[in-house]
């Protein structure tokens, strides 16, 4: 069970677009299409903002995207805005039929 | 309103136990999978266990089986976490989160394993 990888930070400024990157093996991302995106902001609980790749929860802005190419799934925000700044993480179901996050990636908008 | 509100978090010596529950309310309980999630102090998120709807399938993170059980009571809109054999590295804040994706959190729980 090991995490998928995420870059430890990433940034953009106020209108820009940012595209994080979550990396894992043919065991997980690169398995199922089941790859699932939350954003954190301090001291809060987590959010989710995208789930089977790139489906979004009733609430969440368009501005929010998500994809996969191979074993490699990727979150894209769009008009960066100034409440964007999280942190951000994501989770995949894997073939040992258990979740595993990814390490984080805490994004600033400049 | 859908909430979820952990409980049972506390200061515990290695070795030593404690049961976490989630109470459930404004969504029908029984019909979500659920999952527990924890957050290391300044660390990123850790996946710790699964329940299906009707408690007969669990999974767990390799570092907590053998050690944790989750658990549910439909009747009492209730998500249990029983964690025995505590150590200092699962001092953390835990979450519960609704169904297969986690589209709602609750605010979460700190366990503090120290001596």
């Known amino acids: 069970q090991s995490a998928l990888t995420q870059p430890p930070s990433a940034s953009g400024s106020p209108g820009q677009s940012v595209t994080i990157s979550c990396t894992g093996t043919s065991s997980d991302v690169g398995y199922y299409n089941y790859v699932s995106w939350y954003q954190q902001h301090p001291g809060k609980a987590p959010k989710l903002m995208i789930y089977e790749v790139n489906k979004r929860p009733s609430g969440v802005p368009d501005r929010f995207s998500g994809s996969k190419s191979g074993n490699t799934a990727s979150l894209t925000v769009s008009g960066l805005q100034a409440e964007d700044e999280a942190d951000y993480y994501c989770s995949s179901f894997t073939t040992t039929n258990v979740d595993v996050f990814g390490g984080g990636t805490k994004l600033t908008v400049l | ?115």
């Open chain 2, 1 to 115: 309103e859908v909430q979820l509100v952990e409980s049972g978090g506390g200061l515990v010596q290695p070795g030593g136990s404690l049961r976490l529950s989630c109470a459930a309310s404004g969504f029908s309980f029984s019909i979500y999978w659920t999952h527990w999630v924890r957050q290391a102090p300044g660390k990123g998120l850790v996946w710790v266990s699964l329940i299906n709807t009707d408690g007969s399938m669990t999974r767990y993170a390799d570092s907590v089986k053998g050690r944790f059980t989750v658990s549910r009571d439909n009747a009492k809109n209730t998500l249990y976490l029983q964690m025995n054999s505590l150590r200092v590295d699962d001092t953390a804040v835990y979450y519960c989160a609704r169904g297969r994706w986690a589209d709602y959190w609750g605010q979460g729980t700190l366990v503090t394993v120290s001596s």
